[in-house]
């Protein structure tokens, strides 16, 4: 049995916490794409809260920043006024992490010591308290990597700081899309089963697609890649990178440092997705209940996110169309989950006892 307390304050918990996310999402974007992530060489769980106020405060970072390597080999030129520019989106980025972690955590134990939290519920939140934890870790271990003798952090590591924030972002959406369901009158059925939903198998298929989309598009942005080859279909004059045509690698893994085989797999991976996702959209949109009518939406986020894409290739990359395209990822993982929430309304797996609890 599976109780869910129906309790409105956590509604608005889970909402704020989602938007603060999404907002996080764009600035982490901001951060990579003006090569802001580099700036600060020094990680503290409470220092580092207040920023510099004064000439000798600014000149001391400066000081500790001129010895990484990414001032040494990239910006040996750079000025302390171009310093305070990128300074600013990785200072914001950490501290608007913490608010996070501030505004998840306070209410989170709050809730638990008035009895707010079903068992579920406990268990649910305290793994999502564990995610959380375990990104901000990811998030200086990332750094961490771009500090030692390369000027550029690993994008393997990048791709997992983002794809943790995709996943928590989803668990948070899916409950949250649950709870607000409930609040709108929406019940559970008995003893339904979840794996007999005739849209289950697209929606989580779709699911796992876009976020290893997303994880491809992390290598390209984490490795520059998008610069390599801007023209679409070709890149050159060849369909393949010249790795993959010269075969021109002693094992699998140098694909995964190769710019070229990078984007190569991130425009495989996205045009899958494009068609898998634009053919189970067209099959779920026959729907007449929400799901239906999201399904709709997704097709034209899906054809403007590929568009985008292409456009983003051709113009070399511009920072603005880049968060764009990061947010339109966001959007469609959302939009996918809120179908899956919307799909499993109507049943569950579990019996289910809602409790009121305001």
């Given at each position: 049995m599976v109780t869910i307390i129906k309790s409105k304050p956590k509604l608005y918990w889970l909402l704020v916490?989602?938007?603060?996310?999404?907002?996080m999402v764009s600035i982490g974007g901001i951060t990579r794409l003006t090569d802001s992530g580099l700036s600060m060489t020094e990680w503290?769980?409470?220092?580092?809260?207040?920023?510099?106020?004064?000439?000798?405060?600014w000149l001391l970072l400066f000081e500790k920043y001129k010895l990484s390597p990414e001032f040494q080999i990239n910006n040996y030129d750079m000025t302390l006024s171009e310093f305070k520019n990128i300074f600013f989106w990785e200072y914001f980025h950490r501290i608007w992490g913490r608010l996070i972690g501030v505004v998840f955590f306070v209410p989170f134990i709050l809730f638990w010591i008035f009895k707010r939290f079903s068992f579920f519920e406990k268990f649910f939140f305290a793994f999502l308290l564990f995610l959380g934890s375990f990104q901000a870790f990811m998030g200086w271990f990332m750094?961490?990597?771009?500090?030692?003798?390369?000027?550029?952090?690993?994008?393997?590591?990048?791709?997992?700081?983002?794809?943790i924030a995709f996943i928590i972002y989803?668990?948070?959406?899916?409950f949250?899309?649950?709870?607000?369901?409930?609040?709108?009158?929406?019940g559970f059925l008995k003893n339904y089963d979840f794996y007999k939903s005739k849209y289950n198998l697209i929606?989580?298929?779709?699911?796992?697609?876009?976020?290893?989309?997303?994880?491809?598009?992390?290598?390209?942005?984490?490795t520059k890649a998008g610069l390599a080859y801007n023209n679409f279909p070709l890149m050159g004059d060849n369909l393949l990178p010249p790795i993959l045509i010269d075969r021109d690698y002693s094992n699998f893994i140098d694909l995964f440092y190769d710019l070229g085989s990078i984007q190569f797999?991130?425009?495989t991976l996205a045009t899958t997705t494009l068609l898998i996702l634009l053919s189970g959209s067209f099959y779920i949109k026959r729907s007449i209940f929400l799901i239906g009518f999201l399904a709709k939406v997704l097709i034209v986020i899906l054809s403007l996110q590929y568009l985008l894409g292409i456009l983003i290739l051709?113009?070399?990359v511009p920072i603005p169309l880049g968060i764009m395209h990061q947010i339109g990822s966001l959007i469609v993982l959302s939009i996918l989950i809120t179908m899956l929430a919307e799909n499993n309304m109507k049943g569950t797996r579990f019996s289910c006892s809602l409790v009121k609890n305001d």
């Open positions: 916490n989602a938007i603060m996310i999404i907002l503290s769980l409470i220092g580092g809260i207040l920023p510099p106020t004064n000439y000798e405060s750094v961490k990597s771009g500090l030692i003798d390369k000027p550029d952090v690993s994008h393997f590591r990048l791709s997992a700081h983002l794809s989803s668990f948070i959406l899916y949250g899309w649950t709870k607000f369901r409930l609040f709108s009158g929406e929606l989580l298929s779709s699911i796992v697609l876009t976020i290893l989309t997303i994880i491809s598009g992390a290598f390209v942005a984490g797999f991130h425009r051709k113009l070399y």
